[in-house]
């Protein structure tokens, strides 16, 4: 039961509609068929929602299990393969790292050097730092950057009270949504991949380069299936042969 009023509405479909006395927002759950659901109780007025409530309350616990068997899990991000990492690729790793940090997860941000550049790892320890600042607003540094090998890693943990907050600010302007993890896991190990067969190439000649790009392209495609050919092909194929 929802004491409060008046308090700020969120209806079915997530559009905002503002402050309203309760009896008005019940009534109109009502006349939905749903229920008045309360989600940010600590805010003046109260955020309350028009949804199922038995629903909501199924995938909230289906997150809440999912969260206790995945939730803390180490993602390692690469900033490339060099120093010489566009400006704007970076941006989309920091991008990466905030999304995993929001779900609960750490995140390691790792920035390597090729040849010489390690004589310049203030640069890349600048770098880090900097990403430390853009996401000081929910991260901390569980790790400061220091060196390992040629690389210098950093590694950052969800800070729990400022997510919490930034979660229910953003309900409140109703921008809140729930992201798709798995795609963003997809996409970083896809980077990280590219990464690791650059490095292959690294020190190759050209002729040598599309040599093994053209033996991946076979492996991908697997071994020829002579049961999908046409036997009248074939035997075409056999006469042409024999002219």
Known sequence: ???????????????????????????????????????????????CKIMDYGKHKYDQSK???KARTHGNELKE???????????????IRVDQARRFLMAGHKVQITQRFRGREFMHKQLGEERLF?????????????????????????????????????????????KAHEDDLEALEAQVAAQ???????????????EEKMEKKKEEKKAKRGPKDDRANNPV?????DLLGEI
């Open 1 to 47: 039961m929802i004491r409060i009023s008046p308090i700020r509405l969120i209806d079915e479909e997530g559009e905002q509609r503002g402050v309203v006395e309760t009896a008005e927002a019940m009534r109109m759950a009502q006349a939905a068929g749903l229920d008045l659901v309360e989600v940010v109780p600590d805010s003046r007025p109260p955020v």
């Open 63 to 65: 997150k809440e299990a």
């Open 77 to 91: 991000i690469r900033l490339g393969r060099s120093l010489k990492i566009d400006p704007h690729d970076v941006q």
């Open 130 to 174: 900097q990403i430390c600042q853009d996401l000081s607003d929910i991260a901390k540094i569980d790790v400061a950057p220091k060196a390992m090998g040629r690389a210098i890693t950093l590694v950052l943990s969800p800070d729990k009270d400022k997510i919490k907050a930034l979660k229910s600010r953003l309900i409140q302007e109703g």
């Open 192 to 206: 990280n991949a590219e990464d690791e067969r650059e490095d292959e190439y690294e020190g190759m000649t050209e």
């Open 233 to 237: 092909d074939d035997e075409v194929a």
